[in-house]
């Protein structure tokens, strides 16, 4: 098993920046990718980002292309989403997800929690 805790999400304006982190723990293991995917009320979970295992690879979908920054630190079993430029629309639920490199859901085997993160306009 492998435990995902989210943190950093708030409230901020739009224009304003946030990283959020997400910590692993339990089986952690080399090859295993990250990803992030978000969820509005009301709609599905969306892609955001996935980094392969040893951060050599990043993906976003486009509408994050240039604003936000995927990024691990495999000595703290950690993953970040810098985000930069935010917009109203991206307002969600920002959800941690650990299993194959992919944006669809049904490629991660473990999830965290997830953290609220909601721009004002």
């Known amino acids: 098993q492998v435990q995902l805790v989210e943190s950093g999400g708030g409230l901020v304006q739009a224009g304003d920046s946030l990283r959020l982190s997400c910590a692993a723990s339990?089986?952690?293991?080399?090859?295993?990718?990250m990803g992030w995917f978000r969820q509005a009320p009301g709609k599905e979970r969306k892609f955001v980002a996935a980094?392969?295992?040893?951060?050599?690879?990043?993906y976003y979908t486009d509408s994050v292309k240039g604003r936000f920054t995927i990024s691990r630190d495999s000595a703290k079993n950690t993953v970040y989403l810098q985000m930069t430029g935010l917009k109203p629309e991206d307002t969600a639920v920002y959800y941690c997800?650990?299993?194959?490199?992919?944006?669809?859901?049904?490629?991660?085997?473990?999830w965290g929690q997830g953290t609220q993160v909601t721009v004002s306009s």
């Open positions: 997800a650990a299993g194959s490199v992919a944006s669809v859901t049904s490629a991660y085997n473990y």
């Open positions: 339990g089986r952690t293991r080399v090859g295993i990718a």
């Open positions: 980094i392969s295992w040893n951060g050599g690879s990043t």
